[in-house]
C-alpha cells in the first residue's frame, strides 16, 4: 500500500461512574471477586518466553496483608542477560516497520483497554494496589488508554515535522529510535504510568526492558498480557521483575543502554544519574536519561479564596489514594483571615470519609502500599505528636493489624521550615502553615524556596492581582500550576505532566516532548543536479 495515512483522533477516553446499578459496576465487582478468590503465578517475559525461576516472592493486598494474590519470580543475572540479548535482536525488525504498523498495535491495545480488559486491569490496581474503583479507572483505565492514543497521534505529528528544502533540493528527517535498549524502571503508584514508560519509547521503533514495581506487579502484569494480545512482537518490551539494585546495575553495566525512562524516588533517580555518568564511557551514545520523581506539593490560599473550595482541594488532592500521588497537596498555607472556616470545613468533611478495604465500594480511602510506607508515614504522625510547634488538627490515627490503613491526617505547624514543609511524605497527611494575611509576597517566597521539588502546586484566590502575583512569583516551583484547582489529577493531552529542580527532567509524559527524547534524528540532504565542479563563479578571469 502505497499513502500517508492519518491516524484516529484521540479523544480523552470517557470516565464511568460505577454508580450504583451500573453495568460498568457489575463487571468490575465480579472481576473483583474472581481475582481476589485465584493465586496466579507471574512469570519473567524474556523474548516472549515466560520463564519461571523458582526464586520468588508473593503480591499482596495491602488492605488486607494476608492475602496472597500472586507469586511472582524473580529474573536473576542470566535472564536480565537474556532481557538485553533479545531486545537488542527484536529491534533489528521492529525499527524496520512501517510506522502505520507499529503504533497500530498501541490503538489496538487502548481499543482492548477500554473494552474487553477494562474491568481486569482496574480490579488489579484495586486489589493489588489498594486504589479505589474511581481511581483505578482514572488511572489503570483512562490513563493509560490515553497515553496510547494520544502518544500515537504526537508519533505521526513528529513524523510530518520536515524541514524545508530549496531548489534542486529534497531535505528530509529520519526519525531514528535509539541505538540499544531502554531501561523503563516504573513506580508503583500509577499502572498507568507503569504501561506508557515501556511503550512510549517502543512505539517509536526502541525496545525496552521494562522492570516493574515489586509493589504493583500484579497489575503490571496483565499490563504486559494485554500488550502481547494486541500484537506486541516477542523481545520489543522484556518484562524483568526482580531486585531492583542488582537489576539495574546489570543493565547499567551493558554497553546496549540507550536510555533510561524512570518514574520513582528521587533519591533512585538521583543514584541512577550518577551510576551513568561513571560508566559513561562504556555506552556507544549517550544514554538519554528521563525520570519524573518526588515531590512536595503545595496549596497556596490568599485572604480572598474561598474556604469551601480550598477545603476540598484540600481532601481531594491531599487524601485520595492515600496522599500517595507524587502530585499530593502536602504543604498548605493559608491566610490567617481564613484558616478557622477552611479547617472547620476540612475536618467536617474527614468526619465522613471512610477508610478501608477498597471492594467496599462506601470507602473513599484504601490502605498505604506497604509496610515500609506504612511505618514511615507513621514516623511522621508520631514525631508531629512530640513536636512543639506541631499539632494534629484532624486524624493522626492508624491500624495495621488487617490492612496498612492510616487515617486522612491534618497538621498544623507554626514553623514553616519543619520537615513536613519540605520531605516527602507519601501518605495522608497534609501539613498547614497559617500566616498573616499582610505577609502575601513573603508567603510566596517561602513557597517557592522552602523544597527543592517543584512538581505541582496550586493557588486559590479571588482577587486576580493576588493570581497574577502568585503566577509570576511561583514560575519555578511547580511544572505543573493550578489556579483554583487542586493540584492533582492531569489529563493526557489536556495537562502535560512534570516537573523541574529535584522532581525530574521535566520531559512531560504523554506529550511529544517526551517522545522526542526517544529520537535520534537523522537529517538526509538529497541533491537532483550535483555539482560537477568546484569552482565558484566568484573566482571567473575579471
Ligand atoms: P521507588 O523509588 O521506590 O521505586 C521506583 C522504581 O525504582 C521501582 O521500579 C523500584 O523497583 C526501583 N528501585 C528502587 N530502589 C532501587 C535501587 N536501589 N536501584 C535501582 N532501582 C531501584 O518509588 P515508588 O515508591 O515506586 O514510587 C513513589 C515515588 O515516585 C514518589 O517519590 C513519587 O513522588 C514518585 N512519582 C513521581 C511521579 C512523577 O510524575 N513525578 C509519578 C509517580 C510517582
Known sequence: MSSIPSVPQPRNEPVHSYAPGSPERADLKSALERMAGERIEIPVIVGGREIRTGDTAEAVMPHAHAHVLATWHQAGEAEVREAIRSSVEAQRDWATWRWEDRLSVFLRAAELLSTKWRATLNAATMLGQSKTAHQAEIDSACELIDFWRFNVAFAERIYGEQPNSSPGVWNRLDYRPLEGFVYAATPFNFTAIAGNLPTAPVMLGNVAVWKPSDKAMYSNYYVMKLLEEAGLPPGVINFVPGDPAAITSQLLDSSELAGIHYTGSTRVFQHLWREVGQKIDRYRGYPRVVGETGGKDFIVAHSSADPEEVATAIVRGGYEYQGQKCSAASRVYISDDRWSEVRERVLAMLETVRVGDVRDFRNFMGAMIDRVSFDKITGYIEDARETDGAEIVGGGVYDDSVG??????????????????????????????????????????????????????AVFARERSAVREAFDALRNAAGNFYINDKPTGAVVGEQPFG?????????????????????????VKETFSPATSYEYPFMGEE
Open 404 to 457: 496498612y490503613f492510616i487515617n486522612p491526617t491534618l497538621v498544623r505547624v507554626t514553623d514553616p521550615a519543619y520537615r513536613m514543609m519540605h520531605e516527602e511524605i507519601f501518605g495522608p497527611v497534609v501539613a498547614v502553615y497559617v500566616y498573616k494575611a499582610s505577609k502575601w509576597a513573603e508567603t510566596l517566597r517561602l513557597v517557592d524556596e522552602t523544597t527543592p521539588y517543584a512538581l505541582t502546586g
Open 499 to 523: 516537573g523541574g529542580r529535584a522532581s525530574g527532567t521535566n520531559d512531560k509524559a504523554g506529550s511529544p516532548l517526551n517522545l522526542y527524547r526517544w529520537l535520534n534524528a537523522r537529517t
